[in-house]
């Protein structure tokens, strides 16, 4: 069971990272036009790519690294760092669903009305940056989990 959980482990992390990494270049592309149909389609990739490639990868991510540690050599007694990136996925679960995909659903929503409207709505931009800071969060986040996967500070080297 261990290798197949490793392999899902892997699309996981490709679909999570891979997708986030895919939101920060269309931010860089959209940059601050405020032209609210080029906004609205790029929202619309936003939340598609969302709901097909980061909400699932996540989840694969999460639970194949638990399945990974409760079946492997790692003991949640033995080594903190486990413990540590743990913690971390729960609060990047908990992140990513109460907090930024309530928002993207909003924020893609205003966009929408904006396009039909023919101009950016006022409420987006705050809407966006709250969206955008909470994303911000997630991402450190991941990158400290994933830190930790790879250093195991505290781990004895064999």
């Known amino acids: 069971m261990r290798n197949p959980a490793k392999v899902l482990h892997l699309i996981g992390?490709?679909?999570?990272?891979?997708?986030i990494l895919s939101f920060i270049a269309m931010n860089a592309f959209v940059g601050i036009s405020t032209d609210a149909l080029l906004i609205s389609h790029q929202r619309q990739f936003v939340s598609t790519i969302t709901w097909a490639l980061t909400i699932p990868g996540m989840w694969i991510l999460v639970i194949t690294g638990c399945l990974t540690a409760l079946s492997g050599?790692?003991?949640l007694t033995e080594h903190r760092w486990l413990v540590g990136k743990l913690a971390l996925a729960v609060l990047i679960l908990i992140n990513a669903t109460f907090f930024?995909?309530?928002l993207v659903g909003q924020v893609t929503g205003i966009a929408g009305q904006s396009a039909t409207?023919?101009?950016?709505?006022p409420s987006y931009m705050p809407l966006k940056?709250?969206?955008d800071m909470?994303?911000?969060a997630n991402f450190l986040m991941i990158?400290?989990?994933?830190?930790?996967?790879?250093y195991k500070p505290g781990s004895r080297r064999q």
């Open 13 to 19: 992390l490709v679909m999570f990272m891979g997708s």
């Open 73 to 75: 050599k790692y003991s």
């Open 100 to 102: 930024i995909s309530p």
């Open 117 to 121: 409207q023919g101009q950016l709505l």
């Open 129 to 131: 940056a709250k969206e």
């Open 134 to 136: 909470y994303g911000i």
């Open 143 to 150: 990158v400290a989990a994933i830190l930790l996967a790879i």
